[in-house]
């Protein structure tokens, strides 16, 4: 295959018992019934509380599962928690919750090729983590790149390495912490690698920084703009599609006429996290 349409979605936040993003990710399937991209990849946050709710991952497995086309999912910090001494809502990533996330999902960091171009999907909750299997990562990454034999190259992972400039602090469990982010950044400089896309900030964004295309996918979840409105960008729902043909490629951002643009703004400012909002079980249609 010399070229195919690769649609990047994220931040979907599902949960049986908290269905609250339920109407988007219904429109989201039925986009795909009609678009039938050659592959889906989820950027993570599949659940609504993966770290403390297992059943939430299965159930957002079934969800994905529900597309009639190729998939593969990466974690993020709603699904097994987040490294660092301090996470946002102390939820760490641990070795029972990644395990949890093995069972449900299988792997959780992928290298892909995809007409004739190599795509590498990190955990990116692994990263400063500490944890035998951020080693493991570290190997993968590099013999991924290393072993790419000429074949573009393209990084996605759950959250954005930086939000301005790769020299900043790591505000409030925004993007990876600045210890792993270099040596990510210096491999995917010494390799050349075209772009590098992330989930996490529920926010559209892309800009070229040093070369390198970063792309910020958005959600089909929520939004509360305002959050990282400093860095730019459009904080709205939708979805990313990708068109890979040789060695060049085109990323477009879709706000389909049914998504609904869900703001959490007053309650996250009210009461937290979206993981605190009251149960809202699902009922199927
Ligand atoms: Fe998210
Ligand atoms: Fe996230």
Redesign the pocket.
């Known amino acids: 295959m010399s070229s195919a349409t690769v649609v990047l979605v994220s931040?979907s936040h599902l949960g049986r018992n908290h269905a609250y993003f339920q109407d988007n990710w219904e429109a989201f399937l039925t986009e795909m019934e009609i678009l039938k991209p050659d592959l889906i990849i989820h950027g993570?946050?599949v659940s609504f509380n993966g770290p403390d709710v297992p059943d939430d991952l299965r159930y957002a497995r079934e969800q994905i599962a529900r597309l009639r086309v190729p998939w593969v999912a990466i974690p993020?910090?709603?699904d097994i928690g987040e490294p660092g001494n301090n996470p946002r809502l102390k939820q760490p990533v641990t070795a029972a919750r990644l395990a949890v996330w093995h069972e449900v999902f299988g792997a959780d960091r992928h290298v892909l090729d995809v007409a004739g171009w190599r795509l590498v999907l990190l955990n990116s909750e692994l990263l400063g983590s500490g944890m035998a299997e951020e080693r493991a990562q570290w190997e993968m990454l590099a013999e991924a790149l290393a072993g790419a034999e000429g074949r573009p190259l393209g990084l996605i992972l759950?959250?954005p390495l930086f939000q301005m400039t790769p020299d900043e602090a790591e505000p409030n469990g925004s993007c990876v912490h600045p210890g792993p982010r270099r040596p990510v950044l210096a491999l995917a400089r010494e390799h050349g690698v075209r772009f590098i896309a992330s989930?996490?900030l529920h926010t559209w964004r892309r800009f070229d920084f040093d070369g390198t295309d970063f792309v910020w996918a958005p959600t089909t979840a929520f939004i509360t703009p305002g959050r990282f409105a400093d860095a730019g960008g459009i904080a709205r729902v939708g979805y990313t599609v990708w068109h890979f043909d040789g060695d060049s490629y085109s990323v477009d951002y879709v706000q389909p006429p049914l998504f609904v643009n869900f703001d959490i703004t007053n309650w996250s400012s009210q009461k937290g996290s979206s993981i605190s909002l009251p149960p809202l079980p699902h009922r199927p249609r």
């Open positions: 931040d993570g946050d993020g910090n709603h759950h959250k989930g996490h």
